[in-house]
């Protein structure tokens, strides 16, 4: 059974840092592709970075040179280190596996 838990969500500051967690479990993690989606009240789910098993990433625009993904094998979990955050990253984070979803956590950001 395939499952994926976010943590590491909160509030902050703009021009502050969150690191976002998502513990895999359930799958061959080391050879998955591993995404960070994001939905802002009102707005569709759009993706915010991918990384492949070879440790390829690819970033939306608007989040690039702010945010980075990163994955450790080992521990089956994918990272999404956030920084410079400004009030328009304020959504809920999802971590997604192919067509698996997380709970999604919450990252609000303060002007």
């Known amino acids: 059974q395939v499952q994926l838990v976010e943590s590491g969500g909160g509030l902050v500051q703009a021009g502050g840092s969150l690191r976002l967690s998502c513990a895999a479990s359930?799958?061959?993690?080391?050879?998955?592709?591993m995404g960070w989606y994001r939905q802002a009240p009102g707005k569709r789910r759009e993706l915010v970075a991918v990384i492949t098993s070879s440790g390829s990433t690819n970033y939306a625009d608007s989040v690039k040179g702010r945010f980075t993904i990163s994955r450790d094998n080992a521990k089956n979990t994918v990272y999404l280190q956030m920084n410079s955050l400004k009030p328009e990253d304020t959504a809920v984070y999802y971590c997604?596996?192919?067509?698996?979803w997380g709970p999604g956590t919450q990252v609000t950001v303060s002007s």
């Open positions: 359930g799958i061959i993690f080391s050879i998955s592709v």
């Open positions: 997604n596996y192919n067509t698996r």
